[in-house]
């Protein structure tokens, strides 16, 4: 099993729409997550880190279920400009890959 | 605050070539770390420091060398460059490590012929 998967899309929703991405991971010992966000051609910039009591961040929110060993991230109202690749990022602090990227989910917000 | 900068943003190499990479932060971040970003396999680690005088290989080192001298600067060196080192590569920077956000520098695009 993958360290981090997720969902590569693409997730196609008109403006307006609720989008959530799933992303879940392998090491129970994993300590902090995040979510970014690149934009085409662009470097990822933090969207925010998830918290285990989930945390919100205006039309954004985030939740961690160490159970099931999974994050999400839900956007509400989509924008337009919420078009971009969100990147799951766990930090296992283990081995020689302290933080682990997922691969992404690509969302295309349409008018 | 420039944040962290890279140069060159784009680069060509014939196989077999040596070149550095240049990667600067003025934010005084211990923490530092090279990446490589291809399409379908998300972004991988290459070396990472976490303070001046400290390297440490992560997930895909091979191929390549790094070196910490000061906190500002960690230059990432190609030694004899192959295609399969065709990638956009990212620097990032954190104040302490990985607990806290990463910064990215815009990427150099390198493609090895």
């Known amino acids: 099993r993958k360290e981090v998967e997720q969902d590569p899309g693409p997730f196609n929703v008109p403006e307006g729409a609720t989008v959530a991405f799933n992303c879940t991971y392998s090491?129970?010992?994993?300590?902090?997550f995040f979510w970014y966000r690149q934009d085409c051609r662009k470097e990822p910039k933090l969207l925010m880190s998830?918290?285990?009591s989930g945390n919100e961040d205006g039309r954004f929110t985030a939740q961690l279920n160490r159970a099931s060993q999974y994050i999400s991230l839900l956007i509400r109202d989509s924008k337009l400009s919420d078009s971009a690749t969100y990147l799951c990022?766990?930090?296992?602090?283990?081995?020689?890959?302290?933080?682990?990227f997922g691969k992404g989910t690509r969302l295309s917000v349409i008018a | 605050n420039a944040g962290v900068t890279q140069t060159p943003k784009f680069q060509v190499l014939k196989t077999g070539q040596s070149m550095t990479l240049q990667c600067a932060q003025d934010?005084?971040?211990?923490?530092m770390s090279w990446y490589r970003q291809d399409p379908g396999m998300g972004l991988r680690l290459i070396h990472y420091?976490?303070?001046?005088?400290?390297?440490d290989q992560g997930e895909v080192p091979n191929g390549y060398n790094v070196s910490r001298s000061t906190t500002e600067d960690f230059p990432l060196r190609l030694l004899s460059a192959a295609p399969s080192q065709t990638s956009v590569y990212f620097c990032?920077?954190?104040?302490?490590?990985?607990?806290?956000?990463?910064?990215f520098g815009p990427g150099t695009r390198l493609t090895v012929l």
């Open positions: 420091s976490v303070g001046a005088g400290i390297t």
């Open positions: 990022v766990v930090n296992i602090v283990s081995g020689n890959t302290p933080l682990v």
């Open positions: 990032a920077s954190s104040y302490t490590g990985t607990n806290n956000e990463q910064f």
């Open positions: 090491n129970s010992a994993s300590q902090s």
């Open positions: 998830v918290y285990s």
């Open positions: 934010m005084n971040h211990e923490y």
